[in-house]
């Protein structure tokens, strides 16, 4: 046994030499390329992740370090213990996972969980399915960009939407067997903070997550230049295009998919000008958006590393809210009749490429958190009254029964 761990410990360090190996090659071999790539991976930085991304990683420090998570979630218990069985605390994190984008709800779990808000339990649910794309992503940058049609930008959200909240259905029994052996929320959590060092911190903190954020974007945006560079996507694409020819995809949507598994920005720039039917180019787009990539992944990582998470719910949900996007943008494709080509409908809507600004997609991911918010407050109070009443009523019959 020891020989054959130390077999697979040479060859473990043997494929990491060799891939750095030839990771140092590419870039003696592509040097312009490769600067090209990473001023590209900076201007994404610069002119979308970080104005993006910023505010909201410091709203969510905020919202955690004031302790008002715990006042959401004594409000809105009632609607995410039956829906996800995770405390009502939570809801922060579900709801800023759907309006901040990547990566900000897996954020703000690890904080709560950290805070002593939810338990290990309970955070390892909600990674499974609050880490999810933005509006502001998914209406401008591929519903207006790449497919030029905000009406595909709304079914993707909300194929989007529901995939994660199915997910989020289906993980509510993970780990109940833990619960009850060590699984239990901490029984003090961090006290609240005063407004000035909270937002003090809220700002440190946000400051060094955009840095990592931003380093794993731009070593992403150079690693998928070389690939592609060197020929291996298309050699990968080649050998897995002979394996799926017979679903109906070919060696340049295989190539597509790698892509998009790899890094998401890539991935969906890749379907403008696909002359493939809309509906399979929306279900591409739909997965690649669940999956989320390979770099956002690894941002994720670097805030789960230290807080002795598990990652499995996490890949797990992943790979199924990916999987179910497609499914779900396929259907609705189908259903709103979207039969033509995706080329046919960005040669017709030219025009509207830049009709959403950021500015509008950020006040409709605004919009969006308080019509959610509305909606848990007001679902939440119905139950506190129906349980109110049930409580009044089991009282007067068990004094008539006196």
Same mark, same amino acid.
């Given at each position: 046994?020891?020989?054959?761990?130390?077999?697979?410990?040479?060859?473990?360090?043997?494929?990491?030499?060799?891939?750095?190996?030839?990771?140092?090659?590419?870039?003696?071999?592509?040097?312009?390329?490769?600067?090209?790539?990473?001023?590209?991976?900076?201007?994404?930085?610069?002119?979308?992740?970080?104005?993006?991304?910023?505010?909201?990683?410091?709203?969510?420090?905020?919202?955690?370090?004031?302790?008002?998570?715990?006042?959401?979630?004594?409000?809105?218990?009632?609607?995410?213990?039956?829906?996800?069985?995770?405390?009502?605390?939570?809801?922060?994190?579900?709801?800023?996972?759907?309006?901040?984008?990547?990566?900000?709800?897996?954020?703000?779990?690890?904080?709560?969980?950290?805070?002593?808000?939810?338990?290990?339990?309970?955070?390892?649910?909600?990674?499974?399915?609050?880490?999810?794309?933005?509006?502001?992503?998914?209406?401008?940058?591929?519903?207006?960009?790449?497919?030029?049609?905000?009406?595909?930008?709304?079914?993707?959200?909300?194929?989007?939407?529901?995939?994660?909240?199915?997910?989020?259905? /289906?993980?509510?029994?993970?780990?109940?067997?833990?619960? #009850? *052996?060590?699984?239990?929320? %901490? $029984?003090? !959590?961090? =006290? @609240?903070?005063?407004?000035?060092?909270?937002?003090?911190?809220?700002?440190?903190?946000?400051?060094?997550?955009?840095?990592?954020?931003?380093?794993?974007?731009?070593?992403?945006?150079?690693?998928?230049?070389?690939?592609?560079?060197?020929?291996?996507?298309?050699?990968?694409?080649?050998?897995?295009?002979?394996?799926?020819?017979?679903?109906?995809?070919?060696?340049?949507?295989?190539?597509?998919?790698?892509?998009?598994?790899?890094? /998401?920005?890539?991935?969906?720039?890749?379907?403008?000008? #696909? *002359?493939?039917?809309?509906? %399979? $180019?929306? !279900?591409? =787009? @739909?997965?690649?958006?669940?999956?989320?990539?390979?770099?956002?992944?690894?941002?994720?990582?670097?805030?789960?590393?230290?807080?002795?998470?598990?990652?499995?719910?996490?890949?797990?949900?992943?790979?199924?809210?990916?999987?179910?996007?497609?499914?779900?943008?396929?259907?609705?494709?189908?259903?709103?009749?979207?039969?033509?080509?995706?080329?046919?409908?960005?040669?017709?809507?030219?025009?509207?490429?830049?009709?959403?600004?950021?500015?509008?997609?950020?006040?409709?991911?605004?919009?969006?958190?308080?019509?959610?918010?509305?909606?848990?407050?007001?679902? @939440?109070?119905?139950?506190?009254?129906?349980?109110?009443?049930?409580?009044?009523?089991?009282?007067?019959?068990?004094?008539?029964?006196?």
């Amino acid at each position: 046994m020891v020989k054959v761990s130390r077999i697979k410990r040479y060859v473990y360090d043997f494929a990491v030499f060799a891939g750095l190996a030839l990771c140092a090659a590419a870039l003696l071999l592509y040097p312009q390329e490769s600067i090209g790539a990473a001023k590209n991976g900076l201007t994404l930085c610069f002119n979308v992740i970080i104005p993006s991304l910023f505010p909201f990683f410091v709203l969510s420090s905020m919202i955690v370090n004031l302790g008002f998570a715990r006042y959401f979630g004594r409000a809105l218990e009632p609607v995410m213990r039956p829906l996800f069985n995770v405390g009502g605390a939570c809801s922060t994190a579900f709801v800023l996972g759907f309006i901040g984008g990547y990566p900000v709800g897996a954020r703000t779990v690890i904080a709560l969980y950290k805070n002593g808000t939810c338990s290990k339990t309970e955070a390892e649910r909600m990674l499974s399915f609050c880490n999810n794309s933005g509006p502001a992503f998914i209406f401008g940058v591929v519903g207006a960009g790449v497919f030029a049609s905000s009406s595909v930008g709304l079914l993707l959200y909300l194929a989007h939407t529901v995939a994660s909240v199915c997910v989020g259905l /289906l993980f509510r029994n993970w780990g109940a067997g833990q619960e #009850a *052996t060590g699984g239990t929320r %901490r $029984s003090i !959590a961090a =006290a @609240a903070q005063p407004f000035a060092p909270a937002f003090t911190d809220a700002v440190k903190s946000s400051f060094l997550s955009m840095l990592n954020i931003c380093a794993f974007v731009l070593f992403f945006t150079v690693l998928i230049s070389l690939l592609t560079l060197t020929g291996l996507i298309p050699a990968l694409s080649a050998a897995f295009g002979r394996l799926f020819a017979p679903l109906g995809f070919d060696r340049e949507w295989i190539e597509r998919l790698l892509t998009g598994i790899i890094e /998401l920005s890539s991935g969906v720039a890749s379907l403008r000008g #696909a *002359t493939a039917s809309l509906y %399979r $180019s929306m !279900a591409t =787009a @739909a997965f690649m958006l669940g999956w989320a990539g390979l770099s956002i992944h690894a941002q994720v990582l670097s805030f789960i590393a230290d807080s002795g998470l598990s990652v499995k719910t996490y890949f797990f949900g992943k790979l199924l809210h990916g999987l179910l996007s497609a499914v779900f943008a396929s259907i609705l494709a189908r259903i709103f009749v979207f039969r033509l080509p995706a080329g046919v409908y960005l040669a017709e809507q030219v025009r509207a490429m830049a009709s959403l600004s950021f500015g509008a997609a950020l006040q409709i991911s605004c919009l969006s958190a308080g019509l959610i918010l509305i909606f848990f407050i007001i679902t @939440a109070r119905r139950a506190k009254v129906r349980r109110e009443a049930h409580k009044m009523q089991g009282g007067k019959k068990r004094s008539l029964k006196k």
